[in-house]
Nanobody
Framework: QVQLVESGGGLAQAGGSVRLSCVVS????????MAWFRQAPGKDREFVAN????????YYAQVVEDRFTISRDNAKNTVYLEMNSLKPEDTAVYYCAADAMYYYSPYERYTYWGQGTQVTVSS
């Protein structure tokens, strides 16, 4: 089975930065496209960004595309989400997800999911 473990969440101030990591184990990391999602209290889960298996193609939700960067290190089986210029509305539980297929779109039907890491942005 594939396991995804997120880390790096915590408390940040508005305008600050946080970097999330997600380590994947159980299957070859390069088999999977990766994505980040988030869910704020009382809201539906929403797509944040995705990246293809090689790392050469990325896609972002419009609300984050100028502030967040998704990347991956295939040698470390890790996908990252660098979040800059944080806003209070970025407060959410952030989840990483993996799937064998990559779509250059806010595709949501990923096969494997992590447990999530909380990011709280104070104003």
């Amino acid at each position: 089975q594939v396991q995804l473990v997120e880390s790096g969440g915590g408390l940040a101030q508005a305008g600050g930065s946080v970097r999330l990591s997600c380590v994947v184990s159980g299957r070859p990391f390069t088999s999977y496209a990766m994505a980040w999602f988030r869910q704020a209290p009382g809201k539906d889960r929403e797509f944040v960004a995705n990246i293809n298996r090689s790392g050469g193609t990325t896609y972002y939700a419009q609300v984050v595309e100028d502030r967040f960067t998704i990347s991956r290190d295939n040698a470390k089986n890790t996908v990252y989400l660098e979040m800059n210029s944080l806003k209070p509305e970025d407060t959410a539980v952030y989840y990483c997800a993996a799937d064998a297929m990559y779509y250059y779109s806010p595709y949501e039907r990923y096969t494997y999911w992590g447990q999530g890491t909380q990011v709280t942005v104070s104003s």
